[in-house]
């Protein structure tokens, strides 16, 4: 993909569905009694192998133009998969799929592409298997492919080694199984899609303070689920916005749960005119409309607490910070190592081809920013969140830049580049 620098952008737009609540209502609405019907659902590539892979195991989901409806057959409704269940690229479907697929009463196979076959599957495999699970895998369960025994599971206590709702989600869908009240502590909040979205279906999770509770369900009843906008896909034109001269941009109808508004509170950190608007409760979820006008940037320090809730907006972050006055260090980010790509590393050499004063530390990147970036020759590194993020980069460089591999936004934000081009 070309893209050439643009002066301001104006108008108003609607965003992509939210990828991870994608994502827990075709598999919630799977293990529910009866319809869930979905509206706004993302038809991402990561989304859709999630609606495969629920295919796979007997499930029939219908996919049309406005919704998905899912028919789902209850927590024991699941059948064993003839083949072995393809997650493409899609690190949520894997993880949490993991967790559902352990208490099952038949044996599964699973696995995905080749960043996939890469990146950490102990972590969720561990805790399952404390639960009682028979999980096997590439090198002990470090990796996928993996073979998953469906057992009878039983609950634990859980102190989560990093902040990662991909894990919490893993061992709450298995809870729902399992025999006995389960506790996740997790070491700083991250989304909780997850948690509101069992007790939307009838489901038991309490949650006070980092302690989540869970006790086992008799059933979950299909719902109606309206999907907002994914603020992670949002986060591309508010930077648009913020970091182009004389722009106003309304972002309508994005979800806004506090568990991942970590870029709103940063930005606002660092100087960025943006207002929420609108503000209003969607099946569970916090939503609201977002209004960003163009503003003159300045660096601060990202880290702690903070990272979790904003850990998939870093790679966009880092693009503004190269447009803000002064210094801005991210730290406590060693999680973007296991990303789709290694998205410090990825960032920092593709953000330096286009001139950019950054470096790489253990745990982030320091950008020194405010001088102007160049359009150049970057790689995406398959990796949606790369792809996009140097897209937005190249709106402020002098010239031209072509991004290699851009096919992969169809990974989280299918229309990305065409709601580029309108705007
Ligand atoms: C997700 C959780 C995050 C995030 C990913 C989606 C989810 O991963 O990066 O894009 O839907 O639960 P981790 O839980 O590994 O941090």
Redesign the pocket.
Known sequence: MIVNPKDKINGEITVSGD???S??AVMLGSIAEGITEVTGFLMGADCLSTIECFRQLGIPIEVNEEKVIVHGKGLLGLSQPSNMLDVGNS??TI??MTGILSAQSFSSDITGDASIQKRPML?VVAPLREMGAKIDGKEGGKYCPLHIEGQGLKGIHYQLP????????AILLASLYAEGETTVIEPAP??N??EIMVNYFGGNILQKDNVIKSSPVKKLTGQYIKVPGDI?SAAYFIVAALILPHSELLIKNVGVNPTRDGIITVFKQMGGNIELINQRTQCGEPVADILVRSSSLHGIEIGGSLI?KL??EIPVIAAAACYARGTTIIKDAQ?LK??ESNRIQTMVSELKKMGASIRETDDGMIIEGGSALRGAQVESYHDHRVAMSLAIAALKAEKETTINNSDCVSI?FPNFFSYLEKL
Do not use: M, N
């Open positions: 990828k991870s609540i994502h827990r690190g949520t993880r949490l972590r990093v902040a990662s709702a991909q894990v919490k989600s991250s989304r899609h997850t992670s979790p850990i998939d999680e296991v990303k989280s």
